[in-house]
C-alpha cells in the first residue's frame, strides 16, 4: 500500500513537473501545443473560449488588419487574423518593439555588470558609453542615466501632433516648439541632439530618441548591433522564425536598428517573447532574461515617479485597469499593436493591427503572405483611437480586460 502511494506521488510529481517546464518548439519543428476546441480550453488552459469572442470583436472593429493571440498555461487557446494580418506575417510592430529593446538592455547589464557595475544608475552621457554625443549640447545631458533614458524620464521631449509630459501624474501643457525627432538617415545623431525640456529625472514624456539612446550603450557595451544582440540572446533560443527591423525606408538603408521600435516578426514568436517574460525569464533549461528586471519592468520604478510606466511597458501597479490583475504589464505601438503578460495568471496576449503600409514588403526585405481577408469596406468604431505612448489606449484595455475575464475561477 505504502509502495502503491509512493509510486502515485512520484507520477503526481512527474506531472506537474513536466507542466512546469513545457516551452513550444520552434514553429518548424511543430510549435504550440494547442488548445482551440471548447473543451480543450476549459480543461488544459482553463479559459472560457466564448468568452473571447468579445475581445476578439473589438481587435477586429478597432483596426484594418489585425487579430487577436492568446496563450494560458502553454497552450494556444485562440489566434485569429484578419485583414493582411497572419501567423507569418512580418509587420512593423511600431513602438511594440520598444519593449524588445528594453528585455534586451536588462539581459546586457546582467551579462556585461562588470563594464556597467553600477547599472541602470550609470550617467551614460560619458565618453565610455556614449562617445557619439560629445560635444554635449547640453550640459545637463550629463546626469541622464541609463534607467531615466528606459523610463522615459531623461528629459527629452515627446512626439506626435500633441505631445505630453507628466509631473507626479499632472500633464504639462506643450513645453516646446515641434521638436526634429528621429531621423532615420542619421539615426544615432538625431536621437541624441533631441533638446531637453526639463532636468533629468523632473518629468516624463514618451520620447522615442530615449530608446534608441539606451540601445547605443547596448552597443557600446556589448560590441554588438541590438539586432544581433537580440538574435543571439533571444531568438536563438526560443526558436523564432524569420524576422526582422524595418531597416528599409525608400533609398535609406538604416545604419542601425531602431531602439524605439519597428521590429517586425511572427505572432507565435511574439507569444515566445511574452511568454519568456511571464516565466521569469526562463526558456527551457536556462534563464535568459533575469527575473529582477522583468519585476522591475512591471512595477512602479524610481525612475520614473510620474507615471505607470516603466522600462518601457505600461504597468498596472496602481489598478488603473480595473480588470486586469496588479502584475500585469504590456506595451503598445503606433496601429494599435500591443504584447500583454500577465504572470500571475500565465496569460500572455498579442493584439495584432496595423495599416497596411506596416506589412510592406519593403521594409524588412521579408516576403509577406496573401491577406487573410478583405478589409476593404473597414471602419473604425467610434472613439477607439489610440496612440503610442499615451496611457489611455481604450480599446487595448478592454481586450485586456476581456481575456482576463475569460479566465476560469472554477
Not at 261 to 283: N, P, Q
Amino acid at each position: 500500500m505504502i509502495i502503491r502511494i509512493i509510486a502515485t506521488l512520484v507520477l503526481v510529481s512527474t506531472v506537474l513537473e513536466a507542466e512546469e517546464i513545457y516551452f513550444p518548439l520552434p514553429d518548424s519543428e511543430g510549435g504550440w501545443r494547442e488548445a482551440k476546441t471548447e473543451a480543450d480550453a476549459r480543461d488544459l488552459a482553463g479559459m472560457d473560449l466564448a468568452k473571447l469572442e468579445p475581445a476578439y470583436t473589438i481587435a477586429e472593429r478597432s483596426t484594418a488588419n489585425g487579430g487577436l493571440v492568446v496563450v494560458r498555461k502553454g497552450y494556444l487557446v485562440f489566434e485569429r487574423y484578419f485583414g493582411r494580418a497572419s501567423r507569418n506575417a512580418n509587420p512593423d510592430m511600431a513602438s511594440t518593439g520598444k519593449a524588445f529593446c528594453s528585455i534586451a538592455c536588462g539581459i546586457m547589464l546582467d551579462e556585461f555588470q562588470a563594464k556597467i557595475p553600477d547599472g541602470l544608475d550609470t550617467k551614460v552621457f560619458t565618453e565610455t558609453y556614449l562617445p557619439q554625443a560629445f560635444p554635449l549640447n547640453d550640459p545637463r545631458k550629463a546626469d541622464i542615466t541609463f534607467g531615466q533614458l528606459l523610463c522615459m524620464t531623461a528629459g527629452y521631449w515627446g512626439e506626435g501632433q500633441a505631445p505630453t509630459g507628466y509631473v507626479k501624474g499632472r500633464p504639462r501643457p506643450q513645453a516646446l516648439k515641434p521638436v526634429k525627432g528621429q531621423d532615420v538617415r542619421e539615426i544615432d545623431e538625431s536621437s541624441l541632439r533631441v533638446p531637453l525640456w526639463c532636468d533629468p529625472g523632473a518629468g516624463y514624456s514618451y520620447s522615442s530618441p530615449s530608446p534608441h539612446i539606451a540601445s547605443i550603450v547596448l552597443r557600446n557595451v556589448s560590441g554588438m548591433e541590438l539586432k544581433d544582440y537580440i538574435q543571439e540572446r533571444l531568438a536563438k533560443p526560443q526558436g523564432w522564425g524569420e524576422w526582422n527591423y524595418c531597416l528599409y525606408r525608400g533609398d535609406v538603408v538604416m545604419a542601425h536598428a531602431n531602439g524605439a521600435g519597428s521590429i517586425a516578426l511572427h505572432a507565435t514568436d511574439v507569444m515566445r517573447f511574452g511568454y519568456c517574460l511571464a516565466h521569469e525569464g526562463k526558456w527551457k533549461d536556462q534563464v535568459i532574461v533575469p527575473a529582477d528586471y522583468i519585476r522591475k519592468c512591471q512595477a512602479p520604478s524610481p525612475y520614473n515617479p510620474h507615471t505607470p510606466f516603466s522600462h518601457q511597458f505600461e504597468n498596472n501597479a496602481d489598478g488603473h485597469v480595473a480588470g486586469a490583475p496588479r502584475d500585469a504589464f504590456w506595451k503598445s505601438g503606433a496601429g494599435g499593436f500591443c504584447l500583454f503578460v500577465v504572470p500571475s495568471l500565465d496569460l500572455v496576449i498579442y493584439k495584432l493591427g496595423g495599416k497596411d503600409q506596416q506589412y510592406e514588403e519593403s521594409l524588412t526585405r521579408i516576403p509577406q503572405p496573401s491577406p487573410t481577408s478583405d478589409r476593404s469596406d473597414w471602419q473604425p468604431i467610434p472613439a477607439t483611437a489610440f496612440h503610442e505612448g499615451s496611457l489611455g489606449g481604450q480599446a487595448l484595455w478592454r481586450v485586456l480586460e476581456m481575456t482576463c475575464a475569460a479566465v476560469r475561477v472554477d
